[in-house]
């Protein structure tokens, strides 16, 4: 593993996290590895649309697609940046649904299991506790509910978004954070879909009906 990374080079090697759903742990553990093609450049290997016309006139978006396992950070209508996640396993699924930035924390412990020590903490349903935060991505959903990051992710969200603005008495939402949209369906049952790509280059791609139903889902009260 040291001599791919040091043959690709730091942010090739990101790609190849990416690609796979993997953390560095993880992918030393892994048997195979999903490589990109010399070819293509970053960009090129997001499966998210470069931009989105129809959130033009939103400043940030970040959309969550679960059965891809990948976010997408949208300013104005143009993706930002792209990255893996892992979101909650088949006992604790993360729920779909449009949700706003409520509060942050550079470190958190979990109410749930005080062992669950979570960096970079973006809390997006403080009655359920779902957040985005950086922890183990083992290449598949195995979270509580809550959407894990690579650590380099973690700490761009945390920074990029912004959180709710509350009344004096934390009473009242005078503004909403940054818009997220958890969507689509996770196949527990079926190889994940990133173990494709060698043989079906846009198996990750999201489709237009996809892409609608995020959409539908961001046009949806909270």
Known sequence: MARLQARLGADRFLDV???NRLDRSHALLADTLVLPDDSLRTAELSPWPLRLEAIDSIPKTLLVSLR????G??????LTRWGPISSGGPNAPSRTGRYAVCWKARLHVSTSDTTWIMPWTVNIDPEVGTALHQYSLPGLPASHCCIRLLTEDAMWIYDWVA???LSGDGRTILIRGTPVVLFGDYDFQAPP????LPVDPGATDLTSAE??????LLQAPE
């Open 17 to 19: 996290l990416k690609l």
């Open 68 to 71: 891809i396992q990948a976010f």
């Open 211 to 216: 892409m609608a139903s995020a959409l539908r």
């Open 73 to 78: 950070a949208y300013e104005n209508g143009r």
């Open 163 to 165: 959180t709710w603005k």
């Open 193 to 196: 879909p990133w173990r494709r």
